[in-house]
């Protein structure tokens, strides 16, 4: 999965005049945007902007009116989604959406990248190296201590962080999370903040995030959406300071 | 994984289950009947592979098909087109105008067997197509349905309607099918007379086999990550997607071992009740079939098992005694099941007798875990999910 051997020079993630349109109502409009490799990316904007619908693009929940999403190297818009998945895209979504019938241990296991067919998953077996792979995830995502509850058992919160950990457990290029904080205490925010700090060294993430604070702490640069396009791009300060941007988004 | 000491594993929670229904069937029952109604008892077995199939399909995928009568008797009639030709010998059909192919045939002015019951000759073949007619059949709906995404009631209905046009084709070709009488006037198997005492009894054993090797079957897929993606599947279908897995493939998988399964109980049946007919593929039994499975307990292979045993017996007690008020006691039973308790009998139990049999053996679930933890801690985890065998949970205390 890792196959694509990217240059620094070359982008992760080139999306090139994507549109979608729901019976002429077009929720992306001609989005172009293009990710370095280990870039930490924030889409902001107001709802209704089309950002979600981005993920969705990317990940092929939804397939694209037209327009092109290449991901190192490789057009994703004609992939299914767990092709998707294969070349390296991990997807969370707005509300976590985690197994609840199974252990946190066997959620992790389940999204294991092995043994994804069908005879995979009957000859698929539990052994030392996805122990491994497992508990390290859990470590990652402060769950230790859960892996052998049901994952209806956990708070919100926690839900988020193992949905993340799932994605983690993929080794995926490109992590999307969609509003990885939403609906979170305080204190759970300011761990996830430190959580995502710490997945951000290693892979490239796409977030949807609303808090101004945590977008101004994780972010490397920022794309603004409004009504489907690009509003304005670059860093958190060049972005706060858009007449454009105060004037749809941030208010003044 | 556990099987590395099967020995032990009959000693377990779930090995005992499987135990007390081994006793029930091989020991208790054929002591207990007469022959006649022990070929009765084989019959409701036959149905039981139906249930199992269907706890597998929609109790953990959450498939709900409304059709595996036709899975059923494709299985069914396989077998009987084979006891047909072999009752149809030249000597046996001589007052025939065409002597030598199966009555009906003839009665329906056919002077030649059609091509698709030439292969039935062969007794290797039948068994083959059994299992795989069924299958073939299966992967054929599944592919057309879940790759488009078509599922839940939409998916109920359409296996619904299949069991209608099976129902009307079967009748509507008489002279190739035996029309609405069916397939009946069956004699031997290999030249082995299944209408005898002995042969009954010798054939409802050989169902009792076929039906633990199946709940074996289902049991291994069900332990295996392929288990948890089909329960994982159910509630949270687009997680199963984007973590990589391609949704359909499994769901066809399920939906092919569930008519596998229905086949193989299909061919039983024929053997078991001496002839086959449309009565038994149409919406009315397939939908029965489903009761079977919500009344065991659509979670609970072994619960199927029982429910399968239980609702026909109750179905021939009450048809013999009052046969027009049937129907209506299924359908209370069905609400009833649906509405006070959806985890059937199988359910009950693992609420209200389990913690008395806690009781009872005073069973210490951590003492008896304790011992292998250190060795093989995960194997033991996989043993902490067989422990609860009836519902496929997980007792929230350490399991």
């Given at each position: ?7 620094s ?56 009116t037209?327009?092109?999403?290449k991901f ?93 950990g ?13 509003e ?50 690009v ?22 | ?55 597998m ?44 192919i ?5 009665w ?23 299992i795989?007619?069924?299958v ?5 709906i599944g ?20 069991a ?29 007379d299944?209408?005898?005492?002995s ?80 009565s ?7 939908i029965e ?106 007792s929230?205390?350490?399991?």
């Open positions: 999965m890792n196959a694509a051997k990217t240059t020079k070359d982008f992760l993630l080139a999306v090139e005049g994507l549109t979608v349109s729901f019976d002429g109502f077009k929720a992306v409009d001609d989005l172009s945007f293009y990710l370095d490799p280990k870039e930490i990316r924030v889409i902001i904007g107001p709802n209704g902007a089309g950002k979600t619908t981005v993920l969705d693009l990317i990940c092929g929940k939804t397939k694209a037209s327009g092109s999403i190192a190297g490789k057009e994703l818009t004609r992939l299914k989604e767990h092709q998707i998945v294969h070349s390296g895209v991990g997807r969370k979504f707005q509300t976590p959406s985690v197994f609840e019938d199974l252990t946190v241990f066997e959620n992790l296991e389940v999204s294991y990248p092995q043994g994804h067919s069908v005879m995979g998953a009957l000859a698929f077996k539990r052994d030392a190296q996805v122990i491994e792979a497992v508990e390290e995830v859990a470590e990652t995502i402060f769950l230790s201590d859960a892996l052998d509850q049901p994952a209806s058992l956990l708070s919100h919160g926690q839900k988020q962080w193992l949905e993340i799932m994605l983690l457990i993929q080794k995926p290029d490109l992590l999307m999370l969609d990885p904080v939403a609906g979170m205490s305080v204190a759970e925010r300011q761990k996830t903040a430190e959580l995502l700090r710490r997945i951000t060294k290693d892979h490239t993430v796409l977030v949807i995030e609303h808090d101004m604070q945590f977008v101004g702490d994780i972010a490397d640069r920022v794309t603004v959406m409004h009504q489907g396009k509003l304005s791009e670059g860093s958190i300060e060049h972005v706060k300071s858009d007449p454009k941007v105060i004037e749809v988004y941030l208010g003044h | 994984m556990k099987n590395s000491s099967p020995l032990k594993w009959f000693a377990s929670r779930e090995g005992l289950y499987y135990l007390a229904l081994a006793l029930l069937l091989v020991v208790i029952l054929p002591l207990a009947l007469d022959p006649f109604r022990l070929n009765m008892v084989g019959k409701y077995l036959t149905y039981a592979f139906v249930a199992i199939g269907l706890v399909c929609w109790g953990k995928a959450g498939i709900l098909s409304l059709g595996q009568g036709v899975f059923f008797g494709l299985g069914g009639y396989c077998m009987a087109m084979f006891l047909k030709l072999e009752a149809s010998t030249p000597e046996a059909t001589a007052i025939q105008s065409t002597p030598g199966p009555d009906f045939m003839d329906n002015q056919l002077t030649a067997l059609p091509w698709f019951w030439e292969p039935f000759h062969s007794l290797s073949f039948t068994f083959i197509a059994i795989a007619v069924p073939i059949l299966a992967f054929v592919f057309a349905m879940f790759t488009r995404r078509v599922g839940g009631v939409y998916f109920a209905i359409i296996t619904q309607a299949i209608a046009i099976l129902t009307i084709l079967i009748i509507g070709q008489q002279g190739y099918t035996g029309g609405v009488n069916g397939i009946t006037d069956l004699k031997t198997l290999a030249g082995w299944i209408r005898t005492d042969a009954k009894t010798i054939l409802y054993f050989v169902c009792v086999g076929m039906l633990f090797l199946c709940l074996f079957a289902a049991r291994f897929v069900q332990n295996r990550k392929l288990g948890r993606i089909l329960v994982a599947m159910n509630a949270q279908e687009m997680r199963v997607r984007f973590s990589g897995y391609d949704v359909a493939a499994f769901k066809i998988f399920v939906f092919c071992l569930a008519a596998a399964f229905a086949g193989i109980g299909g061919a039983l049946f024929t053997l078991i009740v001496g002839f086959m007919s449309p038994f593929i149409g919406i009315v039994s397939s079939m489903v009761i079977f499975c919500a009344l065991g307990g659509r979670l609970s292979i072994l619960g199927a098992v029982y429910g399968a045993l239980l609702v026909n017996a109750a179905k021939s007690g009450f048809s013999e005694s009052f046969p027009e008020l049937w129907p209506f006691a299924m359908g209370a039973l069905f609400i009833g099941v649906v509405l006070a308790f959806p985890n059937g009998l199988a359910g009950l139990y693992q609420t209200y007798v389990m913690p008395l049999e806690d009781r009872l053996f005073k069973r210490k679930p951590k003492a008896d875990k304790a011992e292998p933890v250190s060795q093989k801690p995960v194997e033991k985890k996989d043993e902490g999910r067989d422990y609860d065998p009836m519902l496929d949970q997980y929230p205390e350490k399991s």
